[in-house]
């Protein structure tokens, strides 16, 4: 146990490249002899109105924070500790050497793990080894803080007990949150223990798919599958006016055979992917063509969310009246027919017929988004099929385009995207990319607005 009069005092200042940006690393000497390290980003003694920062005190694990145990979830927090300060630009780790295993250090607590193992708690382990359950020392953790002009602070922690402590030290706790991070199967009687017997706070991590659903970024960063939810479709949320448009192919470039068969050609990983897309759109658009050889329903099925209003682009007025677009009431729907088309008066109430004017080439992809963006939908999927995706394509009134390509080769059929193109690459679409693996199929988001600004 240290002795809180010592002072922990600054001895170096260098640098820290991070997978989350480039962090000022302090150096300390530690009441113990053993040194310690603040990661500082962003000016921490900001003017008294702002924000305190956000800082991580977070004590030394070796076998979590070095060597990626389960056991704990000590690695974790820490990297979401500096995810979350680099998201801010502003805050600080401390990270406290002499407070491994709760401070009764790292053999006393590998010997803990072993009682563990035989099946006693986190807790009973130390008491067993003769150890107080938690041996933990804040003194020099506080020194520091002080010195970092960071005396109030919103604190990364789940632990009360921790925060009482650095209180009890003089450091003004003005918030505490947890760290957003999922239990593992292989900690959860550990973190369990630690809520029952230790009084941790149990995380309710923010549902990330409802919250962009409801047009808001988390604000925690999520972790797992919630961090994969946020970067995939963060950002789509937060524009009050965006279009994109979505279409699977084989790797050769077809969306069907050459009788229209287009069933199955990506995998449920991409139908899920395309439901979360309807959800977060005010419409959906799809051609006749798609309409008569599908008849989608054009409905969120896969995952929570509202279905999107369904436009079906239809110059002359073919779409079969008992499609699914036009028959069942799943959604509204917006029926686009060209000014002499031929259509009956009484269409079903979920049904509004707008007429507008038809090139040879149906109708005009801005005066489709106008037309949309009238009837108050600003948000807006294209989703086939592959002319009508690639007229919005060519038209260059796309912001984000979603193509999956599927491991299957049809050799002739139904062309996926298709336009004039030019005669040399150089003259080639070439837009920022990202790809995510969709089980066997590959999506391949192009950025069209960054391409288009550059
Ligand atoms: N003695 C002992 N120490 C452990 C055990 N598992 C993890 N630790 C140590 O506990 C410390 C982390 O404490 P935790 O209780 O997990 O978390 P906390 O720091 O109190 O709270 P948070 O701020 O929410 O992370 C690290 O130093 C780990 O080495 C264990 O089973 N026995
Ligand atoms: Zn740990």
Redesign the pocket.
Known sequence: MTDTSVNARRLVTTTLPTEHGAFQMLGYDGADGLGHVALVMGDLAAGMDDLPPLV?????????DALGSR????GE?LDAALAEIAREGRGAVVYVRG????G?GLL??LN??AL?DAGLD?VD??LELG?PA?ARDYADAADILRDLGAPRVRL????P??SRRLAELGIEIVSRQ??PVPDRPENLT?LTT?RER?G?DTLSSPDVWSELLAGRMPPTAPAGSDAVLLDRYGPLVDREEVAIAQLAQSIDGFIAARSGDAEFVSGTEDRTHLHRLRALMDAVVVGVGTVVADDPRLTVRAVPGDSPTRAVLDPTGRSPRRSAVLADGAAPTLWLVGERADVPDDVPAHVTVLRLPAGEDGFAPQQVLEVLRQHGLRRVLVEGGGRIVSSFLEAGVLDRLYLTTAPLLIGDGVPGIRFAGTDRLSGALRAPARRFVLGEDVCTELDLAAARQS
């Open positions: 991580r005190v977070h004590s030394e694990c070796l076998t979590g056991r704990c979830d000590c927090q407070h491994e295993g709760r009764i006393a607590k803990a793990y563990q986190t382990a130390n150890y938690d990364l922690s789940s632990n007990d921790k947890p760290l550990y630690k230790m941790h």
